[in-house]
């Protein structure tokens, strides 16, 4: 599907419903192709897979499922060749996988780890481990890490956080995991970090579960609310802190020291997306309306200024960088999404 013909920057979709999660199709054969979740504060929520008709270049939605409470994050199986099912996951009360039809979208499992208790500890995301589409993880609000095999959907690790302070005494306390993210690093199988609402972000290897790694904490102790690694270089992760203005890009080889903040944003930061083919950019969006992109390259440098801007009609919800067409970004504002050209 070639757009360059027409030339045109931005395509706009708008939904029936508030949209918070979103994520690109990796599929080849499916280039434009996005999956919405709804936010609504009620039970009843909705899934929406939608994609770019080539002819009269529109959005139009495929199809449209049901989904207990809203998705704290979607994601398709990151499956470049086409050789997997095609996906995708959801997360809310529980972790769900979907089987994507032509038409109609069908749950094939849902994966719960509280078969004893009544109650279900929601789930705050998840992510889809690139080098093992076999292994995801999720993160949820009863302070774990839970790794599922897609196979049977066992546990394969169950990380509890524990929470100290660097290199002082470890003080043991509860508190909500918000976001997890396997690394690219060592093979990319086994490495994955967490934020939460104590302010750290941890890093753990599932070879290596009896342990973790203190890579930052806030220095006002303030919750964490999502960890990003880059796509090319796996020393380098942003995380951003609840209601702030800026997002703090670390180095793990330098822990507990921002190697730079990125802080042009006049109000929360509500998303971040490194670059799926380079390295040194990044972009942030924020409730100011901006989606910014930033070149790092002078880190440890202070960087100023982001290199491009998009000022949307509403607060940002998400951002999303399409790994496999990666001169295309996706935001979400209201009940809209548009895909810019960059």
Request: charged content about 20%; proline content about 5%; aromatic content about 10%.
């Amino acid at each position: 599907m070639s757009l360059h013909g027409k030339r045109k920057e931005i395509y706009k979709y708008e939904a029936p419903w508030t949209v918070y999660a979103m994520n690109w199709s990796v599929r080849p054969d499916k280039r434009f192709r996005l999956a919405l979740g709804s936010f609504v504060e009620e039970y009843n929520n909705k899934v929406q897979i939608v994609g770019l008709e080539e002819e009269n270049s529109e959005f139009v939605c495929r199809n449209t499922f049901d989904h207990p409470y809203p998705t704290t994050k979607v994601m398709w199986i990151p499956d470049s060749k086409g050789a997997y099912p095609d996906l995708l996951a959801t997360s809310g009360d529980y972790l769900r996988i979907w089987r994507v039809g032509d038409t109609e979208t069908r749950l094939e499992c849902l994966l719960n780890n509280n078969k004893n208790s009544d109650f279900c500890a929601p789930l705050t995301s998840f992510d889809w481990n690139e080098v093992d589409p076999n292994l995801l993880g999720t993160s949820s609000i009863d302070t774990t890490c839970t790794i599922w095999g897609l196979e049977t959907g066992q546990v394969l690790g169950r990380v509890n956080l524990v929470s100290g302070h660097v290199k002082t005494q470890l003080i043991a306390h509860d508190k909500e995991v918000y976001d997890i993210s396997f690394s690219r690093a060592g093979g990319g199988r086994d490495m994955f970090a967490s934020v939460g609402a104590d302010g750290s972000v941890r890093m753990f290897d599932l070879r290596h579960l009896e342990h973790s790694t203190i890579i930052y904490e806030d220095p006002q102790h303030h919750p964490l609310l999502r960890l990003c690694w880059n796509k090319q270089d796996p020393n380098y992760l942003v995380t951003m802190a609840m209601d702030s203005m800026e997002v703090v890009i670390l180095d793990v080889r330098v822990p507990c020291t921002p190697v730079a903040r990125l802080n042009n944003h006049r109000a929360c930061v509500n998303g971040i997306a490194w670059a799926p083919h380079s390295s040194c950019h990044i972009c942030t969006a924020a409730e100011d309306h901006q989606a910014l992109i930033w070149d790092i390259q002078q880190m440890p440098r202070a960087i100023e200024d982001p290199i491009l801007a998009y000022t949307a009609e509403g607060e940002i919800n998400n951002v999303q960088w399409a790994t496999t067409q990666p001169d295309w970004i996706a935001i979400c504002y209201n009940n809209c999404l548009e895909i810019l050209r960059v």
